[in-house]
């Protein structure tokens, strides 16, 4: 993940080129302000602000970590909507390993798309977004023995955060008692994973593992993001590619176990005080994540009553954000954030002007895929071992 910026608070700034001591006195004698006679006390200091960088006239709290170019808005548009895809699953002789980080630049990026794992994979995530299609969070569906393993294994975590509680400290954002959590983490991930991992594949931890180590923020920079977000659909994506988790499996992956998973996330971010990780800031959808945003605006696809606009209805969101994740996300994000929601959620405003919820989701996983997947400071990241190849490739002379 690219590394935060710090926080910015409004401030309010004369414009220097407006003002009296912008430009050097025509003379150097100092005069008293009241009566204009000559005084023995040295001139104040002219500005501030140099005449070469004069302050913005305004600065949203957060800076976006990633300055959106002009044309992407343009090239999101007219770009194709990505289709779902089967998940290649494996076959013997299995060749786990630890996997490691292969992006470094566009090239790497661009490669990864043109490679059948970023097709896969993204393939794989809009196939989850198709599962959850027309259908609430507590709508039946079929839950697998592995399905409920991770479910338990979530709720152990989220019972961590009660064991582990935040320290009182004199910093906003960063709680250390959070690297305690991730520490205890990691000293059991191998174990968490064994509790569903089949025989065949018991020795698939050293691969599974760091995806899934990686999913719940990271302890250095105590920040979490897309990217940590990305990693969990990875780790989600390489169970599918061993066939533990299976294509009837994919509602109840998102209705339970995203579910899960994003209120574990919510409470970590909320009491150990996540700082969000290479932020858009206004100019994103959210700060820590964006995979709730595809699906949620899945289950609302052809819904009778609630169109894109209905987000601005309080009724609404407060009495259904617990059957739909779209509105669950705008309900939390209200939640955290004061003031006008144009104001600190514009990009959210303006899609709750389109049309409908079809035209939405195609628009998010195109926009996913351009902000997310396709962004060298995220993906620098994202680990690639035998599950999800890194194909070697040669430049052309």
Not at 134 to 144: A, L, M, V, Y
Not at 341 to 361: M, Q, T
Request: proline letters at 9%.
């Amino acid at each position: 993940m690219e590394e935060p910026q710090g926080h910015r608070h409004h401030h309010h700034h004369r414009d220097p080129s407006k003002s009296p001591t912008a430009s050097p006195p025509s003379c150097t004698t100092s005069t008293c302000v009241k009566c204009g006679g000559p005084t023995s006390f040295p001139s104040p200091p002219l500005s501030s602000w140099p005449e070469m960088s004069p302050p913005p006239t305004y600065r949203p709290i957060r800076s976006p970590a990633i300055n959106l170019p002009s044309n992407n808005s343009q090239a999101i548009i007219l770009a194709p909507v990505p289709q779902s895809q089967k998940v290649l699953t494996i076959s013997p002789p299995y060749k786990f390993q630890f996997p490691s980080k292969k992006i470094q630049s566009l090239d790497d990026i661009r490669h990864f798309h043109e490679s059948d794992s970023g097709k896969n994979f993204l393939g794989f995530v809009v196939a989850l977004s198709e599962s959850i299609r027309g259908r609430k969070i507590s709508d039946p569906c079929h839950e697998s023995p592995t399905v409920k393993t991770i479910l338990s294994i979530l709720q152990t975590l989220m019972q961590w955060i009660e064991e582990i509680p935040p320290v009182q400290q004199a910093a906003r954002y960063g709680n250390v008692s959070y690297r305690t959590w991730h520490s205890r983490l990691e000293e059991n991930s191998e174990s968490l994973m064994l509790q569903f991992l089949p025989d065949d594949f018991k020795c698939a931890t050293i691969e599974v593992v760091p995806y899934f180590t990686d999913s719940f923020g990271n302890s250095s920079r105590i920040d979490y993001g897309t990217g940590h977000e990305t990693n969990f659909a990875a780790w989600l994506y390489c169970l599918a590619r061993m066939g533990i988790i299976k294509e009837g499996d994919y509602q109840a992956v998102v209705a339970r176990v995203f579910v899960n998973y994003l209120d574990l996330m919510r409470k970590l971010q909320l009491v150990y005080c996540l700082e969000p990780a290479g932020s858009h800031g206004v100019w994103g959808l959210d700060d820590y994540h964006f995979l709730p945003f595809i699906f949620g605006s899945s289950q609302l696809i052809d819904h009778k009553y609630m169109k894109p606009k209905s987000i601005h209805n309080e009724d609404i969101v407060e009495n259904f954000s617990e059957e739909y994740m779209y509105l669950s996300c705008i309900a939390f994000i209200k939640k955290v954030k004061k003031g006008l929601f144009a104001e600190h959620s514009p990009l959210l405003d303006d899609i709750s002007g389109v049309p409908n919820w079809n035209k939405v989701n195609s628009g998010l996983l195109k926009m996913y895929k351009a902000e997310v997947l396709e962004k060298v400071p995220i993906m620098q990241h994202f680990l690639f071992g035998w599950l999800i190849k890194w194909y070697i490739f040669f430049s052309p002379l």
